[in-house]
């Protein structure tokens, strides 16, 4: 299973003053093969920051990330990125902007018949059989981010990066697709890196919780998940044990707010 | 929209103030009125004045069926229609790949826009004499005005365009792993199809005045002519058919870039329509 590490990283911005705003600083994490990590923070902790050196978007300061012991610089094919502004192509319709992630992994116009059945599947596993031939716009913003899962499954990609994907949908809707995406996780078995500002998402997502502390982001505390899973299955929000992580994480997030 | 099922029964109960609204609701109606009223303010304002200044609409109707009937409409459109559209699809084409290539690479923009700013601020009505020392008083010399007309719209709202293709849609496709030429090909272009239409519409009015105005100044052919002749001789009634010929031209255009920008642009949810 691959295996997503940051090593050290360093990340500066400019400020507008001219001097270097220090984002991130000796930051290291491991996210083991298959787990589905969520780091959660307060806004500006530099969380998005990392999501988009390791999708490739951003370079480094200094320091490294890893996908299975080799260095990554550039976006890999062996990675989705799902962001919370969607991003779908608007003069493309569902099935076409499902097939840019593939056309751009193959650097081929033409879809060969696989992928073109990898495409219908897809669709049908985010449920949006029947739509292919829509355009975004026509869509309701829940439906765009399935699209937005669909372009990332297709890829088949062995590490998920999700930027608050839920975070501009309303709260019914998020916690639908939050069980969906438990239901897609658990059939395409990748690891995902998740972040979010959502500590609730988070733990009844995650296997593991990162929580940051404020700038310079580095790592504050880390907590283990052991809900048993499937968790869209029972009413987990219920359970004693997801209280008690969720006192622990809100004592540590408090004390950055 | 259409509202022509609403206001029936109102009309019947309140009479003819319900009359009026339910006809001002309906937009068809509303044209029918619009253009009723506008002949008839025509034929009683030219009644009461010489025909020298304003003919009446049966005599600029008579006047129209005989130029056409005499061919001499038909020549004069067809003499205008054809450097007009010449002109116009170069520009349109020289336009949109200049525009997209400045839009898209910087260092072009940098080394031509000062050209393009200079040459865009000078009125396009300026270059007519020397376009007649250079190409003579004819066709060539029409087609480069209604070229450098209808260019330079095109041009600049292409480039703008494609300049402002989605930063964040970008990333998304860099994020998939789409080199810079898949990119350009999948984010970029697309993304200027609207400015694209959008130029078209500017640069085909501006290519319309063009070619009339070169027409009526200088090469003396086609409904530009016509202006002038039927101007300087003083007979209105038949001033007034190459006008209904530019309006129905125009129209057309008009229509003709609306039926593009739906085939093209399918993807634009409309606000307002």
Same mark, same amino acid.
């Given at each position: 299973?691959?295996?997503?590490?940051?090593?050290?990283?360093?990340?500066?911005?400019?400020?507008?003053?001219?001097?270097?705003?220090?984002?991130?600083?000796?930051?290291?994490?491991?996210?083991?093969?298959?787990?589905?990590?969520?780091?959660? /923070?307060?806004?500006?902790?530099?969380?998005?920051? +990392?999501?988009?050196?390791?999708?490739?978007?951003?370079?480094?300061?200094?320091?490294?990330? *890893?996908?299975?012991?080799?260095?990554?610089?550039?976006?890999?094919?062996?990675?989705?990125?799902?962001?919370?502004?969607?991003?779908?192509?608007?003069?493309?319709?569902?099935?076409?902007?499902?097939?840019?992630?593939?056309?751009?992994?193959?650097?081929?116009? *033409? @879809?060969?018949?696989?992928?073109?059945?990898?495409?219908?599947?897809? +669709?049908? @596993?985010?449920?949006?059989?029947?739509?292919?031939?829509?355009?975004?716009?026509?869509?309701?913003?829940?439906?765009?981010?399935?699209?937005?899962?669909?372009?990332?499954?297709?890829?088949?990609?062995?590490?998920?990066?999700?930027?608050?994907?839920?975070?501009?949908?309303?709260?019914?809707?998020?916690?639908?697709?939050?069980?969906?995406?438990?239901?897609?996780?658990?059939?395409?078995?990748?690891?995902?890196?998740?972040?979010?500002?959502?500590?609730?998402?988070?733990?009844?997502?995650?296997?593991?919780?990162?929580?940051?502390?404020?700038?310079?982001?580095?790592?504050?505390?880390?907590?283990?998940?052991?809900?048993?899973?499937?968790?869209?299955?029972?009413?987990?929000?219920?359970?004693?044990?997801?209280?008690?992580?969720?006192?622990?994480?809100?004592?540590?997030?408090?004390?950055?707010? | 929209?259409?509202?022509?099922?609403?206001?029936?029964?109102?009309? #019947?109960?309140?009479?003819?103030?319900?009359?009026?609204?339910?006809?001002?609701?309906?937009?068809?109606?509303?044209?029918? @009125?619009?253009?009723?009223?506008?002949?008839?303010?025509?034929?009683?304002?030219?009644?009461?004045?010489?025909?020298?200044?304003?003919?009446?609409?049966?005599?600029?109707?008579?006047?129209?069926?005989?130029?056409?009937?005499?061919?001499? +409409?038909?020549?004069?459109?067809?003499?205008?229609?054809?450097?007009?559209?010449? #002109?116009?699809?170069?520009?349109?084409?020289?336009?949109?790949?200049?525009?997209? +290539?400045?839009?898209?690479?910087?260092?072009?923009?940098?080394?031509?826009?000062?050209?393009?700013?200079?040459?865009?601020?000078?009125?396009?009505?300026?270059?007519?004499?020397?376009?007649?020392?250079?190409? /003579?008083?004819?066709?060539?010399?029409?087609?480069?005005?209604?070229?450098?007309?209808?260019?330079?719209?095109?041009?600049?709202?292409?480039?703008?365009?494609?300049?402002?293709?989605?930063?964040?849609?970008?990333?998304?496709?860099?994020?998939? /792993?789409?080199?810079?030429?898949?990119?350009?090909?999948?984010?970029?272009?697309?993304?200027?199809?609207?400015?694209?239409?959008?130029?078209?519409?500017?640069?085909?009015? *501006?290519?319309?005045?063009?070619?009339?105005? /070169?027409?009526?100044?200088?090469?003396?052919?086609?409904?530009?002519?016509?202006?002038?002749?039927?101007?300087?001789?003083?007979?209105?009634?038949?001033?007034?058919?190459?006008?209904?010929?530019?309006?129905?031209?125009?129209?057309?255009?008009?229509?003709?870039?609306?039926?593009?920008?739906?085939?093209?642009?399918?993807?634009?949810?409309?606000?307002?329509?």
């Amino acid at each position: 299973m691959p295996e997503l590490e940051f090593v050290n990283v360093r990340k500066t911005y400019a400020s507008p003053t001219g001097d270097r705003l220090l984002a991130l600083d000796n930051f290291t994490l491991k996210v083991e093969g298959g787990r589905f990590v969520t780091v959660i /923070g307060p806004s500006g902790c530099g969380k998005t920051t +990392l999501l988009r050196m390791a999708g490739g978007l951003i370079p480094l300061d200094s320091g490294e990330i *890893r996908l299975d012991g080799s260095v990554l610089a550039n976006p890999s094919p062996k990675m989705s990125m799902v962001f919370q502004g969607i991003g779908l192509m608007p003069w493309r319709t569902i099935a076409a902007n499902v097939a840019l992630g593939l056309q751009f992994q193959s650097h081929r116009q *033409r @879809l060969t018949d696989e992928e073109e059945r990898l495409i219908e599947t897809t +669709l049908a @596993l985010v449920g949006l059989t029947g739509f292919e031939h829509y355009y975004p716009h026509q869509l309701s913003g829940g439906m765009q981010q399935r699209v937005g899962l669909a372009r990332a499954l297709a890829r088949q990609p062995e590490i998920l990066l999700m930027d608050e994907p839920f975070g501009a949908l309303d709260a019914q809707t998020r916690a639908v697709l939050q069980d969906e995406l438990l239901a897609l996780w658990g059939r395409v078995k990748s690891t995902v890196l998740f972040i979010t500002h959502d500590l609730d998402e988070a733990i009844y997502l995650s296997d593991r919780v990162v929580i940051m502390g404020r700038r310079p982001g580095r790592i504050k505390e880390v907590l283990d998940v052991n809900l048993p899973r499937p968790r869209y299955g029972y009413d987990v929000r219920a359970e004693h044990e997801f209280a008690r992580l969720r006192a622990i994480a809100w004592k540590s997030i408090r004390e950055e707010l | 929209m259409t509202q022509s099922s609403i206001p029936l029964e109102t009309a #019947g109960t309140n009479g003819t103030r319900s009359l009026i609204v339910a006809a001002a609701r309906n937009y068809y109606v509303m044209s029918v @009125l619009s253009v009723v009223a506008f002949f008839a303010l025509w034929q009683i304002v030219s009644m009461n004045v010489p025909p020298i200044i304003l003919p009446t609409p049966a005599s600029v109707i008579a006047a129209f069926v005989q130029l056409t009937a005499s061919g001499e +409409l038909v020549v004069a459109t067809a003499e205008t229609i054809w450097p007009f559209v010449v #002109g116009l699809a170069v520009a349109f084409v020289v336009g949109t790949a200049l525009g997209l +290539l400045l839009g898209i690479f910087r260092p072009a923009a940098r080394v031509l826009d000062p050209y393009i700013f200079v040459f865009w601020s000078i009125p396009n009505i300026a270059w007519l004499p020397l376009f007649i020392a250079w190409f /003579g008083v004819g066709d060539l010399t029409l087609v480069i005005f209604v070229f450098i007309s209808a260019v330079f719209p095109q041009l600049l709202t292409v480039e703008a365009g494609a300049k402002e293709a989605d930063s964040f849609l970008v990333e998304v496709a860099r994020s998939l /792993g789409g080199t810079k030429h898949e990119i350009l090909r999948a984010v970029v272009l697309p993304s200027s199809i609207p400015y694209i239409v959008a130029g078209l519409r500017i640069a085909a009015g *501006r290519a319309l005045v063009g070619i009339i105005v /070169g027409q009526l100044l200088i090469v003396a052919t086609g409904i530009g002519y016509m202006f002038q002749f039927y101007g300087e001789t003083l007979a209105l009634a038949k001033y007034f058919a190459p006008l209904i010929v530019v309006a129905v031209l125009a129209v057309a255009l008009n229509r003709a870039v609306n039926w593009a920008e739906q085939v093209l642009v399918p993807w634009k949810s409309r606000a307002f329509t």
